[in-house]
Nanobody, 133 residues
Framework: EVQLQASGGGLVQPGGSLRLSCAAS????????LAWFRQAPGKEREGVSC????????YYADSVKGRFTISSDKDKNTVTLQMNNLKREDTAVYYC??????????????????????????WGKGTLVTVSS
């Protein structure tokens, strides 16, 4: 069965860092866009970051650009989100997800996937990040 298991959330002070990890199993990650979404209380789900090992494409929401870094370890079958300089507004449940929609060599189409334009094929259960002093 396909599984995505997110971990690494917790409580951190503003300006601190956390590293989220998502372990994938049951499918071939190289054929998928691997994404992080988040949902804060009272807000819509937001596509945070996305990566493709197939062509090296990455995507970052404007709200996290320059602070978060996504990476993927093919050998370990994981996708990681390094979050630095965390802000209170980063508080949310973070979910990893994967989608098999083909984008070819079209980066614009890739970003649509990362923003949730298509239904994601697979979702992890999420991990809570709380940024508070």
């Amino acid at each position: 069965e396909v599984q995505l298991q997110a971990s690494g959330g917790g409580l951190v002070q503003p300006g601190g860092s956390l590293r989220l990890s998502c372990a994938a199993s049951g499918f071939t990650p190289d054929d998928y866009a691997l994404a992080w979404f988040r949902q804060a209380p009272g807000k819509e789900r937001e596509g945070v970051s996305c990566i493709s090992r197939h062509d090296g494409y990455t995507y970052y929401a404007d709200s996290v650009k320059g602070r978060f870094t996504i990476s993927s370890d093919k050998d370990k079958n994981t996708v990681t989100l390094q979050m630095n300089n965390l802000k209170r507004e980063d508080t949310a449940v973070y979910y990893c997800a994967a989608d098999g929609t083909k984008w070819g060599n079209d980066y614009s189409e890739f970003t649509k996937i990362c923003r949730g334009y298509y239904d994601m094929d697979y979702w992890g259960k999420g991990t809570l990040v709380t940024v508070s002093s």
